[in-house]
């Protein structure tokens, strides 16, 4: 990526020019989707204007958790998020630096948290969770008549009816959910554990957060003991509710089409995205892999 050819890169430097004066040089964090690019103690999220919707929710949500008193890491530089800066759209939130790896037991607290502190009230600050919209963006780049994509698309389809009776009827309650509740969407800083990468959360089934940890177990082969300590510092168990089984065959959807939206990056990509598909497809299931 050169400075001169990502208009997010220039987006981003622009943005950091208006709520940053630094001398001190930006430097990107990481490539994908969108860009982080990093300054002193704030870490910006360019991407393209299409995202837009996607940079907005992540504002809304970050804010009422940050009200709700929800450990997040926090935004910064006022109210006008996100901005449109030459066809992308900017955030901003503080660099905060991880001083280790997320316990099972952290994550759980967070999930806690989040079903304690947002049911019944910061859930209308907020979009709906809407897992089924994100699989299908997950892979809207792949053509119809890809195997992989169709399947996705399809199933997709075939799981929005049970979806749709059970997303307003968690008996734990409706709370601001995460979607994508794992040790990479967490940092582990001094000051406790902090959630990340907002782009998928919204008012929903608080029980679907739990959906993570019991695929770790399942399909990435984590020690069961990691979901016991889970669920202990969430203070709650869903696996008995009947709705738990659509939440945790939407997370598996959800994995599986971001495996397939991001199968050309690499050969390893490539491969875990068959190994997903055929798990699901065929149930010629083998040990998934993080990637």
Known sequence: MGEGTDPRWAAAVEVLDRINTSATPPELVREGLSLLVRQDDVLVRSRRRAEEPVAAREVEVGRALA???????????????????????????RWVEAVGTPTPAD????????????????????????PLSAIRGAVAHVPIGDPQGDFVRLRAQALSGDWARIADRDPA????????????????????????????????????????AVVMVERYGADPATLEAFLAAQGHDPRS???????????ELWVTAWSVGVRDRSPELTAEAAIRIGCLRDQTCEPWRLH
């Open 173 to 212: 309650g409706t709370a601001i959910v995460h979607g994508d509740l794992h040790e990479g969407n967490v940092l582990s800083t001094d000051a406790g554990a902090l959630l990340t990468d907002l782009e998928l959360a919204g008012a929903g089934p608080c029980s679907y957060d739990t959906a993570p």
């Open 241 to 251: 509710w009947p709705g738990f089984a659509t939440c945790l065959a939407v997370y």
């Open 67 to 93: 009200e709700a008193e929800v450990p997040v890491v926090p935004l910064v530089g006022g109210r006008g998020q996100p901005w449109v800066v030459d066809g992308c759209v900017v955030t901003a939130w």
């Open 107 to 130: 994550l759980g607290g967070l999930a806690r948290a989040l079903r304690e502190r947002t049911v019944g009230t910061h859930v209308f600050d907020v979009p709906r969770f809407d």
